[in-house]
């Protein structure tokens, strides 16, 4: 740089025309010459790292599903408050006592397929209507999908509950949840 802070021309015959056209920054960057000069060596391989990344985390199969654009309105995470919840505890012991009960999975298809709670029923969650649902609107339902940040199933209960069914519920921690407490699962389809 020159007495007035300006950055002066050097030559630059490795660059050509292309580069920062032969303006040495090097005294502008100070301290930050190592990160300016590794970022500026490795941005391939950074923004690389950052595509890859997204590659690798799991998603699950429903959340590319586009939802209704008058339901994504009325219904979202925010509704799990209305409804009660279940631990994994609490579903497993109502199986084992052969409690009545209807258990959903409003996962995608491909993830119930590969591992579902005992018993539980595929449901899109995007689909729920009185066909899909029991025909007592007293019946015991209860709703689970991937985790508890997962909107499926609160949404499917949301629809539910619209739909005039009193006895609705969810299990927060979804498959996942399941899983991780070393509960059984069932691959494949269940029967009705």
Known sequence: MNSDGVAKRIPSPSRGRRGNGGIDLRPALGAFEPVATFVSKNAFVLLGMCFASTLVLPLPVHATT?????????????????????????????????????????????????????????????????ATLPKSRDAKIVFYCHNPLCGASPHAASVARSLGYRNVWLMPDGIVGWRAAGMPTVSGTSPK
């Open 66 to 130: 586009p939802r209704p654009l008058a339901q994504t309105a009325s219904h979202s995470v925010s509704d799990v408050a209305e409804f009660g919840k279940l631990t994994v505890s609490d579903v497993k012991r109502m199986i084992d006592r052969e409690e009545d009960v209807y258990i959903y999975d409003a996962n995608g298809h491909d993830s119930y397929l590969v591992a579902h709670v005992p018993g539980a029923q595929w449901l899109q969650y995007n689909a729920v209507n009185t």
